[in-house]
């Protein structure tokens, strides 16, 4: 595959990188050389390697879901910084914005 200066500014685009015009011709260079790396790679016999497999043989961490008596709902509330009713009150977080 052949990289050229269009292909550098794309990838950058997409990538969400500003290059400067003096340095897309390095880049591509560059960009250039890694793929070459990559068709050496490609050229190997590698019909005798057999296909890798991972297996995550571990059992779960977590605990066993199960189901059990909750707090009554006054206990946690006692405890928040500040409860308005029955609910949690918690700081605004979305601002809002001026006109």
């Known amino acids: 595959m052949k990289i050229d200066k269009q292909l550098v500014r794309k990838i950058a685009l ?3 990188l500003e290059i400067p015009e003096d340095k897309i011709e ?16 490609s050229e190997l016999d ?6 890798t497999v991972f297996q ?9 879901d199960c189901v059990r008596e909750s707090y ?7 405890q928040a910084p500040e409860s308005h009713l029955e609910y949690f009150r918690t700081p605004r977080v979305v601002e809002e914005e001026s006109p």
């Open 56 to 64: 995550h043989t571990s059992s779960s961490v977590f605990r066993e």
């Open 72 to 78: 009554p709902q006054h206990i946690p509330l006692e």
């Open 14 to 16: 997409l990538a969400r």
């Open 26 to 41: 390095t880049m591509q260079a560059q960009l250039q050389e890694i793929l070459s790396y990559f068709e050496m790679l």
């Open 46 to 51: 590698t019909s005798e390697v057999p296909p």
